[in-house]
């Protein structure tokens, strides 16, 4: 498969990925697990970012922060400038990253998390929206809990023109 075929490929799926975390934040959820809805498109964004660096960049964090912020019906660009400086450092970071062994790439999403939480938080506190703890704390527990399982995932889905290995 040629490289242009590779890009090709990695784009539709991304784009039927994405939608499909869309649906994901919309979708109803029972009750006491509404709060622990992960961050699908975050983890998405990540996964995009540390493995296919060249083909996804800050455009397509903006592009599915507003469709996050649109979803949610949250007060426009909140998601979409946590994602960009979510996905700003992961493009620092992700030579590093590719190589850490997964539970300590667990842990260091974790932190992600934590810092796009943070935003959330302080934008929502600036603009005088209360919500509770638990709205926040939520996403960082169910979305640390499932990397893991959505990187092996996703690393089955996408074809990389390069391997790990060779980096």
């Known amino acids: ?7 090709n490929s990695n784009k539709i799926i991304t784009l039927i990925l994405g939608l499909i ?6 979708a109803p959820m ?4 509404e709060n622990f809805k992960p961050d699908w498109t975050l983890l998405l964004l990540i996964f995009l970012t ?7 960049n800050m455009g397509t964090a903006f592009t599915m922060g ?14 979409a400038f946590a994602s ?9 970071l992700y030579l ?16 992600m998390l934590i810092i796009y939480q943070f935003i959330l938080f302080w934008i929502n506190g600036v603009s005088g929206i209360s919500s509770p703890i638990y709205s926040y704390v939520g996403p960082i527990i ?5 990397w893991p399982v959505i990187s092996k995932i996703l690393g089955i889905l996408f074809s990389y023109s390069t391997t790990k290995e060779t980096i």
Do not use: W
């Open 30 to 33: 029972p009750e006491f697990l």
């Open 66 to 79: 507003i469709l996050v912020d649109v979803s949610k019906g949250a007060l426009l660009g909140q998601h």
């Open 50 to 56: 540390i493995n296919i660096p060249k083909e996804f």
């Open 1 to 7: 498969m040629s490289t242009e075929n590779h890009k």
């Open 96 to 111: 590093q990253l590719r190589n850490y062994p997964l539970l300590q790439l667990t842990a260091i999403i974790c932190i």
């Open 21 to 26: 975390s869309i649906v994901l934040i919309i």
């Open 84 to 92: 960009l400086l979510i996905v700003f450092l992961t493009s620092k």
């Open 142 to 146: 169910s979305g640390t809990i499932l």
